[in-house]
């Protein structure tokens, strides 16, 4: 991944050193429609037992979701511009349940209890830059790089109390890195259309009540994204 990043740096580096033929400068708003691929991957591990033993239970999950977000830039006179992004509303990732059994002494029977686990992400923003080259008057191409912040609320619900746990809130960043193209027509409106590419820190969240349990979780999402905007 490495060698990926070296090189969308490199195709950046470059649009800031190529003339372009025309650019639209000054400050734009829109919104964009994305169609994302997310992967998660997460593990939960117990507190350690009277034997010492710690269970650790893990899983993967896709899913693909479509949001709209809304974003303001600045474009210089030579193309480049700088954004900031914004995902209203909130999104869940990672729904998932098991059901335990287990047996609480001799004289009793079993006893099961089902957890059900999740996380809701909300007050997305991203911050970006976007090299470009403007290829003539209305079209150009550009690399884009980019910062994420989200707040993340992991979620669990289990039907037996004394186990329960509540975890913390986490804020976690991550990279963007993508390509794309843009169209310009003579009445300040503008498109975009491109791919990009998420991956966030991992995630750790430490009961603080009930089993003690650790989560730890890993995000990724790539995702197909189309724009409209003003440019004033």
């Not at 997460?42 to 037992?49: H, L, W």
């Not at 269970?55 to 809304?70: G, I, L, P, R």
């Not at 820190?201 to 603080?208: C, V």
Request: hydrophobic fraction near 35%; charge should be negative; include cysteine.
């Amino acid at each position: 991944m490495s060698r990926i990043y070296k090189l969308v740096i490199a195709l950046c580096a470059a649009g800031f050193l190529t003339s372009s033929a025309m650019a639209f400068e000054g400050v734009s708003i829109g919104v964009y429609g994305s169609s994302n691929d997310i992967d998660t991957y997460g593990s939960e591990r117990s507190e350690k037992d009277a034997s010492g033993d710690a269970e650790m239970v893990s899983t993967t999950k896709s899913t693909e979701a479509d949001v709209a977000s809304f974003f303001v830039e600045y474009t210089t006179p030579q193309g480049t511009t700088f954004g900031a992004e914004y995902f209203p509303g909130e999104a869940t990732l990672g729904s998932g349940s098991r059901t335990d059994t287990k047996a609480d002494d001799a004289d009793a029977g079993a006893a099961s209890a089902t957890y059900s686990a999740s996380a809701d992400v909300k007050d997305i923003i991203t911050l970006y830059v976007e090299p470009t080259y403007m290829v003539n008057d209305t079209w150009g191409l550009y690399g884009k790089l980019g910062a994420t912040t989200m707040k993340v609320l992991s979620l669990e619900s289990i039907n037996v109390g004394t186990d329960s746990s509540n975890y913390p809130n986490e804020t976690i960043w991550g990279g963007m890195y993508g390509v794309g193209g843009k169209y310009h027509t003579s009445y300040g409106i503008f498109f975009k259309l491109e791919a990009t590419v998420h991956e966030f820190e991992n995630m750790e969240f430490e009961s603080k009540t009930g089993n003690k349990n650790l989560i730890s979780a890993d995000l990724d999402m790539e995702s197909i994204r189309a724009a409209i905007g003003y440019n004033f």
